[in-house]
């Protein structure tokens, strides 16, 4: 204890890691020191020393329109000199009408509820889920997830997702979850037909017990490794679902707003969710916001003159305008140039042919704005695999900002990125293939 506090206030001391300030999923004692940021603009980063840097990963997957863009800055500088905040409780505004109408019509999901971020997106959806069974006099208790998700950090998200390093302290306090093994797939994968059909069997025998809901991150699992599953899987499940009526979660707090090459991997999936998850892309990255949309008929379970229907649950910035307001902006940018993710993947594709000779490269993958691949490297798999830590410092010094998740790298860049920025990203890739 007392050399980690030692190690840190000597890098203090240097003036490169802030005395006041505690980073995310980061340990102090061996991470890299921080790099001061001091504007963006594009799909660039502008650092206070050294050359500017490719936002290769968005800022952990928000920054869908690239750092300040005019259009969004302009929406939440206009709005804020109109109205900040208020609570949504008792009152209503015009950004949040608008967002909700919007919101409806692309999900045909009718009712929007706010948050702050996704795990909180995810919570909601989980109590939606529970109580309104719970409101229909018939309580179900079981609720299925998936081998290798990630739906947050709050305690019913940490629940759901995967069990490992990031909630092995708090295991005692978490609610049981029935799994169902995730087929992630690839290029050129064989065995993809039977571990779907693998999957669906145990999902076949879990349904046999009354659900609740089953969670999904439809065609990609993000933190559990840019999983990818194929469309026709997700359908399969949904079909499943909706035939024992239990209802339908989907987490789209990563897939949503264009990342998939659609406007939410649901549709791209071709599948209709009884609840949705929706944070991240959802101000554009400019502000942090979470909503979880819900069908007409899930809504009304909560209807009535008992008290005891209503959903208890609220948060300090729900609908905050300013946040609303991005949201629309965002809406506004995405509508105007659908082709900006409807044709990114196959920008990707283009130079993932060229990647997929390397002898270091294996399980190539691609969903719209979302490339990834695993390393050929020994060690063990997951978060802590050292490639990582490696492929990122050399990708940086070679003006590319990527955050491997262990052994998995991937490329998921703003919306703006160029073409030859992109071309730059992948240099860099290979060039710290080298280093490995």
């Not at 093994?181 to 009354?210: G, R």
């Not at 997700?234 to 264009?258: M, N, P, S, W, Y």
């Not at 949705?276 to 009304?300: Q, W």
């Not at 609908?319 to 995405?334: E, F, K, R, T």
Request: hydrophobic share 40%; glycine share 8%.
């Amino acid at each position: 204890m007392a050399k980690v506090a030692k190690e840190t206030m000597a890098s203090t001391e240097a003036g490169s890691r802030h005395p006041n300030l505690w980073p995310p999923f980061t340990q102090l004692a061996s991470a890299a020191l921080p790099q001061r940021i001091v504007s963006g603009e594009g799909s660039l980063l502008f650092r206070e020393q050294g050359e500017p840097l490719i936002d290769a990963i968005s800022s952990w997957w928000v920054t869908l329109h690239g750092h300040g863009h005019p259009v969004m800055a302009a929406a939440i500088a206009e709005q804020a000199q109109r109205l900040e905040q208020v609570i949504f409780a008792d009152f209503t505004h015009e950004p949040a009408e608008r967002l909700g109408e919007r919101l409806s019509e692309i999900t045909g999901l009718q009712r929007l509820f706010f948050s702050d971020n996704g795990s909180t997106a995810v919570e909601v959806a989980l109590k939606i889920a529970c109580q309104w069974w719970h409101n229909q006099g018939t309580p179900r208790h079981q609720i299925i997830a998936f081998d290798g998700a990630y739906h947050g950090d709050t305690f019913g998200a940490m629940a759901v997702g995967e069990r490992n390093l990031f909630s092995e302290p708090f295991e005692t306090k978490l609610f049981p979850v029935a799994r169902v093994p995730w087929p992630s797939t690839w290029w050129d994968d064989e065995t993809v037909d039977e571990k779907e059909q693998s999957a669906l069997q145990v999902l076949d025998q879990l349904l046999e017990t009354p659900t609740a809901a089953v969670i999904l991150e439809p065609l990609l699992q993000g933190a559990g490794g840019m999983a990818m599953v194929r469309p026709a899987f997700v359908q399969a499940i949904a079909q499943r679902v909706k035939e024992c009526g239990t209802l339908l979660i989907a987490d789209e707090v990563l897939t949503g707003f264009g990342r998939t090459g659609d406007w939410f991997a649901c549709r791209r999936a071709g599948i209709q969710p009884d609840l949705m998850a929706l944070s991240k892309g959802l101000t554009g990255g400019c502000l942090p916001m979470g909503v979880t949309m819900a069908s007409e008929r899930i809504f009304r379970g909560f209807i009535g003159q008992d008290p005891a229907l209503t959903l208890w649950h609220g948060h300090s910035f729900t609908a905050n305008p300013l946040g609303c307001a991005a949201a629309n902006a965002s809406l506004d940018l995405l509508e105007d140039n659908p082709e900006a993710f409807r044709g990114f993947e196959q920008r990707h594709r283009q130079h993932l042919e060229q990647l997929k000779r390397h002898p270091k490269v294996s399980r190539i993958r691609v969903t719209g704005t979302v490339a990834a691949f695993d390393l050929n490297v020994q060690g063990t798999s997951g978060y802590l695999n050292p490639a990582g830590p490696t492929i990122k410092r050399i990708a940086m010094e070679h003006g590319v900002f990527l955050r491997p998740l262990g052994q998995v790298v991937y490329l998921l860049p703003p919306l703006c990125t160029t073409d030859e920025q992109l071309e730059r990203c992948y240099a860099a890739i290979e060039t710290a293939l080298a280093g490995v």
